[in-house]
């Protein structure tokens, strides 16, 4: 063989060696990254191809795969479409899972979470067709239906827990979205859904409960203060502390101030008047007292700066920076650079009521089969103890009188005793400067001696309330309606 043919059939050699190595790698090493791309349209059409498990309340669809004749083979419908948006999210041919649990269960309604393999290998073996597994929520839908209810038209969230387990019993955001628009087999229309909804300057695909532009919590915050404050040994429940009408803050010419201008109590009063009447100056001193790490540290037990999966992901809440004497005493009533979600707050509401203890929210009760096998159940954690039982029964006591004769005497629930903390969270100005209504807010559970659920409740800018929102104005009442959809016998 003369040296141009022996060159030649190396490199013949060596090209086919590279194209056999390529569609190795292409086949094996990259085969499940090829799988998971959203422009895959051979995946896209054999996942439609296999029933997605339905999302259930109870025995009630929220989510459900319809057959249909057409290549998709299975339409994905929302019955209770806007009441739900936020907790199923939406599945769309066009854009794959989004948001909710559509998203953050993706893997078992599928069908393809690795924990199901035998239950996979057991179906190709039998000839029986794969289907995804049905997720049962938490959620009580007389509850859920009365926080978005009680909501209304008003821009915000309500969210609701089992305070013994973690449960979420109702999860709402405002403004919704209809899941269906999304899911619609015709991707011009599904395109024009998702434009209109990404261009709306309300944001109804964020939910608010537990994601999007976080929330200044004002003096519903106060209950963190009273509890490291407790906790610490340097305050009772009884223990006098001073409401000057302005509190100066070291080292500055600014001043807090109480929200009706005066002093509180005559300027002396005990811990317990101070947050029956949310005397912002006696907790601006409070936390002063305390200190940047005393607040820091008892809001984390609370669970704050801790990453949390309910399964969707829940943005983290924090205290922020607090640098000095003046942004202790801010941050104390909620303000300065604190933000956090609805849910945290219900979080801290819900560890009081559990004797101190929080245990670790989740929205997924079972996952089941098409029958009444089920594959999973979760079982209630304890998350931290944020405080002790003697501090947890002092708190329900002074929260019980903010509701009985304070500022949440709108939350008040006939022949139940009733423990709330009201919240009035200023936020900035807009473009022109001129000062944005207060978001108003509401924690509360109830029965106070045998809580079942605990409550949070924001709404943004004051609701329709406007610059004259007040937490007990506006929130408790949607917090009192939520309670008593779940105590309701």
Known sequence: ?????????????????????????????????????????????????????????????????????????????YPKGRL??????????????GGGLESASDDVLSGQSDALFYRRLG??????????????????????????????SQRGAVVAIAPRTGAILAMVSHPQFDPNALSSHQGSRVAAAVEQLTKDPTKPLINRVIGGDLYPPGSTFKVVT????????????????????????????????????????????????????????AFGQIGMDLGATALREQAARFGFSQPLAIPITVSTSDVGPITGKPQEAFSAIGQQDVRVTPLQMAMIAAAVANDGRLMRPYLIQQTRGTGTDVVERTEPKEMSQPVSQDVADALTRMMVKVVDAGTGTRAQIDGVAVAGKSGTAEHGSDARGVKRPPHAWFISFAPADNPTVAVAVVVEDGGRAGSEAAGGRVSAPIAREVMKAVIAP
Do not use: W
């Open 123 to 152: 179906d190709l073996l039998l000839g029986r067709r794969p289907t995804g597994l049905n997720v049962e929520v938490t959620i009580n839908d007389k509850a859920q239906a009365a926080a978005d209810r009680a909501l209304g």
């Open 84 to 97: 739900y948006s936020h907790v199923t999210g939406y599945y769309s041919f066009v854009y794959g899972a």
């Open 226 to 281: 009273a509890a490291a404050a407790l906790s610490e040994g340097r305050l009772t429940e009884d223990s006098q502390v001073t409401g000057p009408a302005a509190l100066k803050m070291p080292g500055t010419t600014v001043t807090l101030r109480n929200s009706g201008g005066g002093s509180c109590g005559g300027g002396t009063l005990t811990l317990t008047q101070a947050m029956q009447v949310s005397c912002n100056t």
């Open 1 to 77: 063989m003369n040296n141009p043919i022996r060159r030649l059939a190396v490199l013949v050699t060596l090209m086919f060696c590279a194209l056999l190595v390529a569609s190795s790698i292409v086949q094996f090493a990259q085969a499940d990254d090829l799988r998971q791309q959203k422009e895959n349209r051979r995946t896209l059409l054999t996942r439609y191809s296999a029933e997605r498990g339905s999302i259930l309340v109870g025995s009630a669809p929220i989510a459900r795969s319809e057959p249909v004749d057409d290549e998709l083979k299975y339409l994905r419908t």
